[in-house]
């Protein structure tokens, strides 16, 4: 059913072979300790740990002997230990140890389960599940000169499709109803003209928008107008489910936003919010993140209960209008790149 980019074969796969060909984040960093980490990404349930020299490894999360979760495991030194039998994996999936067998060394060949590809950067743990990834991840060198103030927000785990929470985060008609007074301004609900450029796998699109001024809650962003402020955001939207956003007030002040949504199943998605500053160093994480928290809050209940789930490729599924363009370009771009997917179709011909 699928090409060989696939590295494992699920037979009841709800994605197309394409995204297993994208690197995807599965943890922050700090999340993936001497322990090992459960995580669940395109409907395979993987574990993610890091060996002693502390490189991260995934792998299939089910032991080859009976099943096991080998999340359920410990790492010792070079090897993840399965829970159930004591059962040794190397960093490249193969047994190792058998410590039921007279000579425990001697391990068949078929002993071994299945690995994927993983990285770290930016302060997430990426994961490539086919055998060579389509694009590079973006470069944010903000994030790597030194000079930045990183601060990690979320993760945000959502009952919807990474196409929903992606969406939801470069939507703007939306920041004056579902966050006034933080985005945006209920008085000045038009969206600005902006236009959208698509290059390969990227979107590209800036506007200049009326925002809100700071809230005496959350001190956040560098806009020192109080009257009519306004923000400019210059986006870039890399297919299929990472934004980077950079934003100025006309002065020196910027802020980077880097989000990114773990496909983790269907209908649900674990996005990280990765926020980067060159002013108010010294201001305590939490504001950021309680920030993000209400924000994030704020939209969950409003994709949760979007349908279908997933964003309907099709335009004649939804009513789009000029001010769209985003959303138009992200299903037009998804569906040219390969990435896109219908399961709602699929239900309806009860063919799921
Ligand atoms: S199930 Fe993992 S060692 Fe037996
Ligand atoms: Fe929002």
């Given at each position: 059913m699928y090409a060989s980019g696939w590295l494992y074969s699920p037979t009841m796969s709800a994605f197309p072979e394409a995204l297993a060909l994208c690197w995807h984040p599965v943890a922050y960093s700090h999340e993936v300790t001497d322990k090992p980490f459960a995580t669940t990404l395109l409907e395979e349930a993987l574990v993610i740990w890091r060996s002693a020299d502390g490189a991260p490894h995934a792998m299939k999360d089910l032991c080859i002997h009976r099943g096991t979760a080998l999340s359920l495991g410990w790492v010792s030194g070079d090897e993840l230990v399965c829970g159930y039998h004591g059962w040794r994996y190397n960093a490249e999936g193969a047994c190792t140890l058998i410590?039921?067998?007279?000579?425990?060394?001697?391990?068949?060949?078929?002993?071994?389960?299945?690995?994927?590809?993983?990285?770290?950067?930016?302060?997430?743990?990426?994961?490539?599940?086919?055998?060579?990834?389509?694009?590079?991840?973006?470069?944010?060198?903000?994030?790597?000169?030194?000079?930045?103030?990183?601060?990690?927000?979320?993760?945000?785990?959502?009952?919807?499709?990474?196409?929903?929470?992606?969406?939801?985060?470069?939507?703007?008609?939306?920041?004056?109803?579902?966050?006034?007074?933080?985005?945006?301004?209920?008085?000045?609900?038009?969206?600005?003209?902006?236009?959208?450029?698509?290059?390969?796998?990227?979107?590209?699109?800036?506007?200049?928008?009326?925002?809100?001024?700071?809230?005496?809650?959350?001190?956040?962003?560098?806009?020192?107008?109080?009257?009519?402020?306004?923000?400019?955001?210059?986006?870039?939207?890399?297919?299929?489910?990472?934004?980077?956003?950079?934003?100025?007030?006309?002065?020196?002040?910027?802020?980077?936003?880097?989000?990114?949504?773990?496909?983790?199943?269907?209908?649900?998605s674990r996005g990280y919010c990765i926020i980067g500053r060159n002013y108010d160093l010294e201001q305590p994480d939490s504001v950021l993140q309680g920030f993000e928290d209400t924000i994030f809050g704020q939209d969950q209940r409003i994709v949760e209960s979007q349908r279908p789930e997933q964003v309907p490729f099709d335009l004649a599924d939804e009513l789009h209008l000029t001010f769209d363009a985003v959303a138009v370009n992200y299903r037009r771009a998804m569906h040219a790149q390969g990435l896109d997917y219908y399961p709602h179709l699929d239900e309806q011909d009860g063919a799921v």
């Open positions: 410590p039921q067998k007279a000579n425990p060394t001697v391990v068949p060949t078929k002993a071994r389960i299945q690995r994927y590809a993983c990285m770290e950067r930016y302060g997430l743990i990426w994961v490539l599940m086919g055998e060579a990834p389509r694009y590079a991840l973006p470069e944010i060198p903000e994030f790597e000169n030194g000079e930045w103030k990183i601060v990690n927000t979320g993760p945000f785990t959502w009952a919807s499709d990474a196409s929903r929470q992606v969406e939801n985060f470069t939507d703007f008609g939306h920041f004056p109803w579902v966050h006034p007074g933080l985005l945006g301004d209920v008085a000045r609900p038009v969206v600005p003209e902006h236009s959208v450029e698509v290059r390969g796998h990227v979107l590209h699109y800036t506007v200049v928008r009326p925002e809100a001024p700071n809230s005496d809650d959350f001190k956040v962003f560098a806009n020192e107008q109080t009257v009519k402020p306004e923000r400019r955001s210059r986006y870039e939207l890399h297919l299929p489910y990472t934004i980077a956003l950079r934003l100025g007030w006309g002065g020196v002040k910027g802020m980077v936003y880097f989000f990114a949504s773990q496909p983790m199943r269907r209908n649900q």
